[in-house]
Each structure stands twice: as C-alpha cells, then as structure tokens.
C-alpha cells in the first residue's frame, strides 16, 4: 500500500490510541506505530511502496481467507475487516465528516462503511489497495447519502491544526480562509468536489483516487483537473463577493463617522 | 475570447497535472515557457498552490470513542445474519 494516512497526522501515542480504541490487537497497533516511525509526524511520500507490519498481517489474513472454505469463512472475514477498521477507520470518519458537516452522521456512515466492506470483501482483489477499497465505498455512501438529503455544507476550517499556538489574528485569518474554501467547496459539482477532497485533503494517489471514484486513471484525473479550476473560479468568486460585502459593511460605519 | 481560452487551456491542465504527476520533459519545458510570459497563467499556477495548501491545511476529524464497539455490534449482527 502506497499511503497509509491513519498514521500520518498525529504523533504515535495520539494514534497509538485510537488503534487500540479500535478493538485492535497488538499486531495492529504495532503496523500503525511502524508506520509512525518511518513517517513522523507527516504524510508518507507518495511513492513509499513498503507495508508496515498491520499491511503485512493484512495481506496474510486476507489470503487465508480466500483459501478457507465458505462456511468458514465469516469469522476470519469479521477479523480482517476489524484490522481494516483499526488502520483507516479515522481517515473515513474524517472524509465522512469533511464532506457532510454532521458528525454523528460520519459515525453512522463510517459504520456503514466497515459494515459494506464486511459484506463485498470478497470484491477486495488485492489487499494492498484496501486503503482506496475502503474510500470507494465511503464515497459511494456519502454521495448517496448527500443526494438523499441534499446536504451541501462543510466542515469549517477551525485553525486548530498545524500543532502550534497560533496567534489571534492568525486564527481570525484561518477562520475567514475556511469560510471561503467552505463556500467555493460547495459551490463546485458534487463530483468534483470528491474528488478534490480525496486527492488533496486524503492524499490518494492517482491509482488510488480512481479506484475510489470507481473510474480509469484517466477519467480520475480529468474529473480531479476540473475540480481544481472549478475550486480556483469558485474561490476567486467568493473573495470577490466578500470583498463586496466588506465594502458594503464598512460603508455605513465610514458614513456614520463622517457625521461625528 | 474563445481564441484566448484556446491558447491557455492546455497549459491551465498541464499546471493542474503538475500537482499530481511528473510531466514530460517536452510538457515541463513548454509549460516553463509559457510560464515566463503569460502571467495570467502565472497567476493560476499561484491560485492552484494556494488552493492545495488551503485545503491540506484542514484539520483532521475526532471518532467517537465508541465507533469501534458500534461496529463492532453492527458487524456481529451481519455475522449473524450472513449465509
């Protein structure tokens, strides 16, 4: 597996947590804290092709699997989907909650997810693309999660990442920033807007994204240089319009001032 | 207008590409160029970087402490109900 984002933007004892918290055993939380290691505190480069000992046990249990018997099979299957759900099931809640704003519903979606992977690990052809299996089926979920309820809001950009104390006017700048992106985002397609927040905020690959998107490398990556000129055009839109409303705010106070 | 779009959409797609993949090195030294004169494009490659900073700036998502036993419970009942 190319990327292994559950291990990727906290430190090991953060993540080492929630691992455990996953009802994982030791050989997963000693794959995800493998990762840590080789990767602190950032993403793995794209590229990195080494699988770290929970991709490794995962890879073995699903080859057992595909030799055990059928009537035998369920078992084993609820086991590989748990290590599944001890490796990435942070990175889809956060994909989930990104891109539907309501977080118990990311819960109940991330659910569903492992839910459906219990039940399609069958179509899980190679164990190495797991990681984009699980977003593939996350995506579909959500995207028909969102067409059934037309939620089209997002997550606000709270300035709380990055680690450190920021001051005051920096997190009045992330806040503004977020509010922008949050309106550009969702004023883009549907699509689009997946497909950017995968590659760019999940950091698929291009291998890895069109398999979530269920689509060719090719498709994926038309789909994904729409989105970046949609975002751009729905951005610079957005600032124009806050700018107008800035000068329309201040209008009255400048007016009022001038009457003192 | 259209002559323009014409003129620049390709090296908009290149710039977006260049975000993910390694171009060619015909591509890289065309759209090098281009970049050199053409500040609208310029101007594009900027708001492309900006935008992808923006966005891997989010921050990540807490899980419930209880999502593990959820679905622990959920895929227990799917066992159950498996074939």
Partial sequence: MKCLRSATRLPPEARGDDVTAGGGDASQDTGARACCAAYPGRARPRGASFATTGERVLVRDVALLRAAPVTQDQAAARAVVEQLFALHHREIYTYLNRMLREEELAADLTQETFIKAFRALDSLEDPARARAWLYQIASRTALDELRRRKIVRFIPWTGESGGTAASAEEVALHRRLSGEMERALAAIPERQRNAIILAEVHELTGVELAAALGVSHVAARAVLTRARESLRQALAVERAEAAIRGVGEAAPAEAEERRR | ?83
């Fill in chain 2, 1 to 83: 207008m259209k002559r323009t779009t014409d003129i620049h959409g390709p090296f908009r797609e290149l710039l977006a590409r260049r975000l993910d993949e390694h171009l060619a090195p015909p591509e890289t030294e065309a759209l090098n160029r281009h970049l050199r004169t053409c500040a609208a494009c310029a101007s594009v490659d900027r708001d492309y970087r900006e935008t992808r900073h923006l966005l891997r700036a989010l921050p990540d998502a807490t899980p419930p402490r209880d999502l593990w036993a959820r679905t622990s419970t959920a895929l227990d009942r799917a066992l159950v109900g498996a074939p």
